[in-house]
């Protein structure tokens, strides 16, 4: 189902951004820390995750391909004779999500996905 602008409709869940989790000084710092933690696969770093939110509200828009996550990673790059090309950090399996806006209140509008929103009135009814 598709909503409309308009749409009266109830949310379970909605999307909040997150907090990146640090700042890295360089390559010896990241893999230290991944080494820490035990990331093998490049540093995961959610963007935006879902949390509880029950309220109704009205569609007031749509957001197409909002990134939600990523991973973060050291590339040793490629020596090209005059220096090493494409050395640094690089990101790689992004996720991105398709968002309705709902506004609650005067003053809350929320990112929410499709399936977390059920209808209660459409906008074409009186």
């Known amino acids: ?35 820490k933690n035990g990331y093998d696969d490049g540093l995961p770093i959610m963007i935006m995750k879902k949390v509880v939110q029950i309220e109704q509200g009205f569609i007031c828009g749509i957001r197409k391909e909002i990134k939600t996550f990523h ?22 399996d992004q996720q991105y999500e398709d968002m309705y806006l709902v506004a609650t ?9 499709k399936e977390d929103i059920e209808l209660l009135k459409d906008a074409e009814e009186n």
């Open 71 to 92: 991973r973060l990673d050291w590339s040793e790059g490629v020596d090209v004779g005059m220096g090493i090309a494409g050395e640094g950090f690089y990101i790689h």
């Open 1 to 35: 189902m598709r909503y409309e602008l308009g749409d009266y409709v109830k949310i379970n869940k909605r999307w909040k951004r997150e907090e990146y989790p640090r700042v890295f000084e360089g390559k010896d710092d990241f893999f230290n820390y991944c080494d």
């Open 105 to 113: 209140r005067m003053n809350c509008i929320y990112r929410v996905s």
